[in-house]
C-alpha cells in the first residue's frame, strides 16, 4: 500500500531529466536565405508604388491647370 509513491516519484525523476540540450551561443546571426525571392516580389511593388506617385502628381497638376482656367 505505501509503495504507490516509488513508481510516482521514479516517473516524476525520469521526466525532469528529459530536457531538451540547449543549443550552442552564436556570436553572429545566420545570414538571410530568401533575399533574392523577397527581392524577387517587392521589385514590381516598388514600381507600382512610383507609377502611382508619378499618377498623382499628374492629377494634380491637372487639377491646377484646371482651376487657373475656370478663374
Do not use: F, Y
Not at 38 to 54: C, G, T, Y
Amino acid at each position: 500500500m505505501k509503495l504507490h509513491w516509488i513508481p510516482a516519484a521514479s516517473l516524476a525523476l525520469l521526466l525532469g531529466a528529459c530536457q531538451r540540450p540547449q543549443p550552442a551561443p552564436t556570436d553572429q546571426k545566420p545570414e538571410p536565405q530568401a533575399t533574392a525571392l523577397r527581392d524577387h516580389i517587392q521589385e514590381p511593388l516598388n514600381k507600382a508604388h512610383a507609377v502611382q506617385a508619378a499618377t498623382d502628381q499628374a492629377a494634380d497638376d491637372q487639377r491646377k491647370a484646371i482651376d487657373a482656367a475656370t478663374q
